[in-house]
């Protein structure tokens, strides 16, 4: 069974500075999909990057990058010149290219951007 | 165009007593599924539908039915609820099952408490 590791609970990170966050995960399978969700205190799941495992690229959304090594399982997501609307839980989740389409989920990160 | 809309926002259960959490889409997704977020723990799946008709088992599925007879509801129920269910859930919807295409939209969540 695949599984999602975030190994950072909590993370902060000075208001204009650069913070990453990592994930790795585990699976025997090679077509499968990474995401970075985003979840502010409202409640709602933002999604905020993904990458696909075929794609040797790293994705990038504006201030948001990801590192993607898919030798070592690992999708770490950097947010440059972070901002106060940066604070968030962060949630690494995993998809496998099967017919299920299941999201697999990380326990999350906790990040706070301070003045 | 609504996305995925699910109700009640709150609810507070007695022990013992069922109900539904409802959960709509108006997008024509053939994917639909149900996770709980706990503190610590993520989200984590408790049951999913590839299309009308079909519905399986996520990781925490005991206690919970579902069902899927058009494509736009996928209700959830709690037969009797229990402290243990206490929890935030998320509905998801994705246009295919098998294909990552656009992502997955989330419903706002419905926060129940059981006492």
């Known amino acids: 069974a695949q599984t999602v590791t975030q190994s950072q609970p909590e993370m902060s990170v000075q208001e204009a500075e650069t913070v990453t966050l990592s994930c790795t995960y585990d699976?025997?399978?090679?077509?499968?999909?990474l995401f970075w969700y985003k979840q502010p205190p409202s409640r709602q799941m933002i999604l905020v990057i993904r990458q696909e495992a075929y794609k040797q690229q790293n994705a990038t959304e504006n201030r948001f990058s990801v590192n993607f090594q898919k030798a070592a399982k690992s999708f770490s997501l950097k947010i440059s010149d972070s901002q106060l609307g940066d604070t968030a839980m962060y949630f690494c989740a995993f998809k496998d290219g099967g017919s299920q389409g299941n999201l697999i989920f990380g326990k999350g990160t906790k990040l706070s951007v301070k003045p | 165009n609504a996305g995925v809309t699910q109700t009640p926002k709150f609810q507070v259960l007695k022990t013992g007593q069922s109900m539904t959490l409802q959960c709509a889409q108006d997008?024509?997704?053939?994917?639909m599924s149900w996770y709980r977020q706990d503190p610590g723990m993520g989200l984590r799946l408790i049951h999913y539908?590839?299309?009308?008709?079909?519905?399986d088992q996520g990781e925490v599925p005991n206690g919970y039915n579902v069902s899927r007879s058009t494509t736009e509801d996928f209700p959830l129920r709690l037969l009797s609820a229990a402290p243990s269910q206490t929890s935030v859930y998320f509905c998801?919807?994705?246009?295919?099952?098998?294909?990552?295409?656009?992502?997955?939209?989330f419903g706002s969540g419905t926060r129940l408490t059981v006492v």
């Open positions: 539908s590839v299309g009308a008709g079909i519905t």
């Open positions: 699976t025997s399978e090679s077509n499968y999909y």
């Open positions: 997008m024509n997704h053939e994917y």
């Open positions: 998801a919807s994705s246009p295919q099952p098998d294909r990552e295409v656009d992502g997955y939209t």
